[in-house]
Each structure stands twice: as structure tokens, then as C-alpha cells.
């Protein structure tokens, strides 16, 4: 069994790094582009987006490091794998959004009072709808790609590439209003851009904050299910899962006939892990503690 979990996170390991360095180039290539083309028409909303968009290229650098680490074996010092170190990376992109937040909204209220108006012109749209498009395809894609590859890291950043999107709207309405002689709208947008990065950035810490600080990843009621079909289990109880996504720890107290030999016994434990590990792949170790039924309490 340990063969297997070997193997799944090498190829998970190798999945992450492609997609990562795919969504890098992409990122690099759109957050460029805005930042230049935002800074020379005076379009603060734009080169606030640009930002955004450069901090997922960053995120995806942070990525590639710690797959490195991530995906290592476990060893003496760390008998439960590696795998908190990506869940330890997730939660740096939550403080990194605050700070770009933060940052975002105070660029905007220092602007808020002026009356120039952005130079918006067809660059300006071109840029800002091949952002979108590229957004686009890179939140479904790391999103598809980490559900695949049980991977939390991809999973948290494809939610904030997903935020790129609903931004990227905002801008182009930005555009508009600049047309439309609105000397504000352009800061509002900015604002609101500051306000989306910092619910996002919540976000992305809590559900790292939960696997850091063990919460059940799978309800005990959906595991026994499972146990109860292995035959030669009568009872099974204080059933309690740990970990991330994509690499679950189970430990449990399963009751059988006492009079069962220690091979047997040991067969059925055998079964229970294999039943609970093909039903829930993300399921990385199982423990099973074995009591003869007679102490059932």
C-alpha cells in the first residue's frame, strides 16, 4: 500500500508542476501587460488589476517550490509526510492578498479626488479581453486540475484567479464610465477590487486554518458505512479523520469476534483499509485498532 501511495504522489506531484508552470507564463504575460498599458493611459483600475494579476504569477513560483517539498515521502521527522508544507504556502497567499489589498485600496482613496480621466483607447480593450479570456481558461483549468490531483494549493489558486474575472469586469466598466466622463469611477473600481481580494484572502485562510488545525475531513458516518460491509466487523467506533484534500489520515476502533485468531483478525483490518482507501482515494493511511465485540460498550 505504501507502493501505491508513492506512486499517486509522484504523478500528483508531476501534475501540479505542469499545470503551475503553464498558468505562470499565462499570468506573467496578461499581469505585464496591464501594469504597462495601465500605467501609460493613467488607468489606476487597470494597473490595480495588473498587480492582481501579478501576485497569481507569484503564487505560481511559491507553487513550484513547494511541490518540491509537498510531495516528498515521509521521514523521520515528519513520519506523516510532507504535505502541510503546500497548506503552509496556501496560507502565505492569504497574507500576501491582505497586503496587495491594503495596498490596492490606499493607491485608491489618494486618487479618488482628482479629475483627470484615464486615456482609454482601443489598447486599452484589447488588453483588458484577452485578460478575460486567458482568465477564463486558467480558473477552469487549475480548478479541474486540482480536483484531480486532490491538490489544495491549485484549488486555492484557482479561486483567486477566478476573482480575476469578476476584477476584469470591473474594469472594463471603468472604461466606460472614463468614456462617459465619470472622473470617479475609475477609483471606485479600484476600491472594489481591494475589497474582492480581501474576501478572497479570507477565504483562502480559514480553509487553511481548518487543515492546520486538524478538523474532520470526512463525517465519521460515511466511513462506518463502509466498515460495516467488510465481513467479520461487528462494531466499529471513534472513527476521526485529519489532514488536507488531498492526503487524509483515518484512525479508528473496529470490534470483532474475540475468538478470532490474531491471523484473521489481522485479514479483516487488512480489508477495511483496502474497502476505505478504493471507496475515498484521497485517503492516504488508515489505522485500525482491533477489540474483541465482548468490550463493545
Not at 501579478?54 to 503564487?59: E, F
Not at 493607491?107 to 486567458?134: F, H, K, Y
Amino acid at each position: 500500500m505504501a507502493t501505491v501511495t508513492a506512486v499517486r504522489a509522484d504523478v500528483a506531484k508531476a501534475g501540479v508542476r505542469r499545470v503551475l508552470w503553464i498558468t505562470l507564463l499565462l499570468n506573467v504575460v496578461v499581469s505585464g501587460s496591464k501594469i504597462v498599458v495601465g500605467k501609460l493611459t493613467g488607468s489606476l483600475s487597470m494597473v490595480a488589476d495588473g498587480y492582481h494579476s501579478l501576485m497569481d504569477g507569484s503564487n505560481n513560483v511559491i507553487g513550484l517550490v513547494v511541490t518540491t517539498f509537498a510531495y516528498a515521502p515521509p521521514d523521520e521527522g515528519h513520519p506523516y509526510g510532507h504535505r502541510k508544507f503546500e497548506t503552509a504556502a496556501t496560507l502565505l497567499i492569504g497574507f500576501a492578498l491582505l497586503g496587495l489589498a491594503y495596498n490596492v485600496f490606499e493607491q485608491s482613496l489618494s486618487a479618488a479626488g482628482r479629475s483627470r480621466l484615464p486615456e482609454i483607447g482601443v489598447i486599452n480593450w484589447v488588453v483588458m479581453g484577452v485578460t478575460l479570456a486567458v482568465n477564463l481558461f486558467v480558473a477552469a483549468y487549475e480548478a479541474r486540475q486540482g480536483r484531480k490531483l486532490a491538490s489544495a494549493y491549485l484549488i486555492a489558486d484557482a479561486a483567486h484567479t477566478r476573482s480575476d474575472i469578476y476584477v476584469t469586469l470591473g474594469v472594463i466598466a471603468s472604461f466606460a464610465g472614463a468614456k462617459a466622463g465619470v472622473p470617479w469611477m475609475d477609483s471606485v473600481v479600484a476600491i472594489g477590487i481591494a475589497a474582492f481580494i480581501a474576501i478572497l484572502a479570507a477565504r483562502i485562510m480559514v480553509g487553511s486554518f481548518h487543515t492546520l488545525t486538524d478538523r474532520a475531513m470526512i463525517p465519521g458516518e460515511t466511513l462506518s458505512r463502509v466498515v460495516m460491509d467488510v465481513p467479520g466487523v461487528q462494531h466499529c467506533r471513534e472513527i476521526r479523520t485529519r489532514g488536507g484534500p488531498g492526503a487524509v489520515y483515518v484512525d479508528m476502533i473496529v470490534h470483532v469476534d474475540g475468538k478470532m485468531s490474531l491471523r484473521a483478525a489481522h485479514d479483516v483490518a487488512d480489508r477495511i483499509e483496502e474497502a476505505v482507501m478504493s471507496n475515498h482515494p484521497e485517503i492516504v493511511d488508515v489505522v485500525v485498532h482491533l477489540e474483541p465485540a465482548e468490550r463493545r460498550r
